[in-house]
């Protein structure tokens, strides 16, 4: 029933593991795994994540397009650039603490993934009747709750929609995700060395490397910055009517605070929009 290209990428992994096992995944169960990040959280005593988003679109059986990038909560911090085949880090602190052979090791490791990937994707595309063009979005990384052991999750979607998640050692379809997501999950399920080196990035990797970036970025995380105000005119809302607009921008962290004021008073009745981010990773807020 395995496809040739099955076999020759179960063959390429079991080739690599040594490799991993060596350089930056650890022989599950790891005493330490989960709990290494206790005293390391930030001073705000909010989760953060380290993320991997993957969007893959399949135009048709010869076309795909693969993005990947890693966020270190909400700040962009990795690029994959797909032509050369390389991790671009787009911080000085993006390297976390990890060392120049661990780092060698997971981008060898997303060289081949993102080969295999789209191979293994479009050899199964008529089993699993799927219809050009499509779209794969994943997730996948872990959280570090303050005082508490990490949490490691990867969701898959499929069309914009919930698809399918890894949960402890097996792959789950998404409650209404349909028969596919069964039979894609009863299928992936079959592949132990994949699960293994998933739950070994997910659960041993992704919360050192976490606990270093999280370190190594905390000024950037922490820093504060105050918001500039500032008030234009907007589109009449109708006669005799004036539409005053208050810009708030510049800010770090996001959570802010805007109010109109009429003297003492609080103005109700007013629209707030939502928050954009900045280049400069500060907040915008109209
Ligand atoms: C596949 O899609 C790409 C991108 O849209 C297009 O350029 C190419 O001609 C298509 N190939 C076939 C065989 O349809
Ligand atoms: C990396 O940083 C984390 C958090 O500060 C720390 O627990 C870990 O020991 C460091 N690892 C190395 C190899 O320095």
């Known amino acids: ?38 005293p390391h959280h930030l001073a705000g005593e909010e989760p953060l994540s380290f993320q991997v988003l ?21 700040v962009q911090t990795h690029r994959w650039d797909s032509v050369s085949g390389t991790i671009s880090y787009l911080l000085p602190w993006s390297r976390g603490n990890f060392t120049k ?14 080969r295999l990937f789209p191979e293994e994707v479009q050899a199964h595309s008529r089993q699993f009747q799927l219809e050009y063009p499509f779209v794969i979005q994943i997730s996948s990384g872990c959280t ?18 919930d698809f399918l998640s890894f949960q402890g050692y097996s792959w789950k379809p998404s409650p209404g995700a349909g028969s596919l997501a069964q039979n894609v999950c009863k299928v992936l399920n079959r592949y132990r060395v994949i699960k293994e080196v998933a739950r070994n990035l997910l659960s041993y990797t992704c919360p050192r490397f976490l606990a270093g970036i999280a370190a190594a970025g905390k000024s950037e995380l922490e820093r ?25 921008s510049g800010f770090h962290p996001k959570p802010v605070w805007v109010r ?27």
């Open 54 to 74: 993957q969007i893959s679109l399949f135009a048709n059986s010869s076309w795909e397009n693969n993005q990947g990038s890693g966020w270190l909560g909400e």
């Open 144 to 161: 570090m709750h303050p005082g508490k052991a990490s949490e490691a999750f990867l969701y898959g979607a499929y069309q914009g929609s």
């Open 1 to 38: 029933m395995a496809s040739f290209t099955q076999q020759a990428s179960m063959l390429l992994l079991l080739l690599l593991l040594p490799l991993l096992f060596k350089g930056i995944l650890c022989p599950w169960p790891s005493p330490e795994a989960g709990q290494v990040l206790g």
């Open 224 to 248: 504060q910055v105050k918001p500039e105000a500032w008030v234009s005119k907007g589109a009449s809302p109708g006669p005799g009517r004036l539409l005053l607009v208050c810009h708030v």
């Open 101 to 114: 052979e661990e780092l060698e090791s997971i981008q060898a490791l997303l060289q081949l993934y993102f």
């Open 260 to 286: 109109w004021m009429r003297g003492e008073q609080v103005q109700p009745g007013t629209q707030q929009g939502d928050i954009l981010p900045n280049a400069d990773r500060t907040g915008i807020f109209e």
